[in-house]
């Protein structure tokens, strides 16, 4: 999903996709994002955990103000995430997007 339908939206609507480094690290995500000024982030849940975690032991370290879109899938997203994304993350609008291999890789949102 992420390289597939993250790469193709950034160039069917112009916009930069920002790959910090070759494997997630939460601490290189946030700060490609306050750097950057990145107004959505996708990814599995545990990348979501991760970013939370890294944030609230580090909160003075990231600027989140230009985060407002997100995207999670690979599996379920607790409810308590989603909230932890808004309320502390500032996510207004988190998308959940359900697919499987044999189907492409989204079959639902």
Do not use: W
């Not at 979501?48 to 899938?73: N, P």
């Amino acid at each position: 999903m992420g390289m597939v339908m993250g790469s193709l939206a950034a160039l069917n609507f112009g916009a930069a996709a920002v790959y910090p480094c070759e494997g997630f690290i939460a601490k290189e995500a946030l700060k490609a994002i306050d750097h950057y000024e990145c107004d959505t982030a996708y990814g599995v849940p545990s990348m979501f955990m991760g970013m939370l975690k890294e944030y609230k032991d580090h909160k003075d370290r990231y600027s989140l103000k230009s985060l407002s879109k997100g995207v999670i899938a690979g599996s379920i997203c607790p409810e308590e995430l989603m909230r932890n994304c808004k309320d502390i993350m500032g996510i207004e609008f988190m998308s959940i997007a359900y697919g499987m291999t044999e189907t492409s890789p989204i079959s639902f949102q």
